[in-house]
Structure formats: C-alpha cells, structure tokens
C-alpha cells in the first residue's frame, strides 16, 4: 500500500524543537516533498519543500527556524523545527508530488499529518 506516514508531533514549550518525519511505504520519493501546515479557522500553508536533488525553500514564516531535508537511503523526509513559537502550532502534513512504486507512479499524494502544539 502506498501512503505517507507522519511522525514526530507533540506538546512543545515556545523556544522549543521538533523533528517531523515522513516516510514514503511501498514506493519511493521520485518528486519535490512538501511539508503543508494547517490549524483551525486558517488557510493551509505551504512551510517547506524540498526537491530530489535537494534544493529546498521556506515560507517567509519560518525562514532561519526550520529545515527540509531528505534521507533517500531510509526514504524519508525531515522537518527541524526550532524556535517554535505559539504560532507554529498546527497539523503538519506531508505532500508528495509523485511517488514510484513497482509497477506504478502516484501523483499528488497526502499523508494525514502530525500535530503539533505550542505552548507558552
């Protein structure tokens, strides 16, 4: 089955760090990863992508704070998140635009998302 797994969110105090992951099952990252973030009453925003060759860019919100990046031996990607702030509180999902399976290519293909919660 080929789907996006997500892991890493929690309660984190504001100054603190995170690391999401997101694991590719059953087929491979061929394609740009995005790390989308979502919360309640707000409009999804892209945070980070990253490229297959590594190229990566940052919403303006979290620019010097977070990183992307990939691990294609293990077929994950990374979010390092640090200096959270009450702000980055969300549900981070993972988003890859393609992914190659055996005898298949997915296209567009959304994990469910890790939360993660900010406190003061």
């Known amino acids: 089955q080929v789907q996006l797994v997500e892991s890493g969110g929690g309660l984190v105090q504001a100054g603190g760090s995170l690391r999401l992951s997101c694991a590719a099952s059953?087929?491979?990252?061929?394609?740009?990863v995005n790390w989308w973030r979502q919360s309640p009453g707000k409009k999804r925003e892209l945070v980070a992508f990253?490229?297959?060759?590594?190229?990566?860019n940052y919403a303006d919100s979290v620019k010097g704070r977070f990183t992307i990046s990939r691990d294609n031996a293990k077929n994950t990607v990374y979010l390092q998140m640090n200096s959270l702030k009450r702000e980055d509180s969300a549900n981070y999902i993972c988003?890859?635009?393609?992914?190659?399976?055996?005898?298949?290519?997915?296209?567009?293909?959304w994990g469910q998302g890790t939360l993660v919660t900010v406190s003061s």
């Open positions: 990253i490229n297959s060759v590594g190229t990566t």
């Open positions: 059953g087929s491979i990252f061929s394609s740009v």
């Open positions: 988003h890859a635009n393609e992914l190659t399976a055996v005898q298949a290519r997915y296209f567009d293909v």
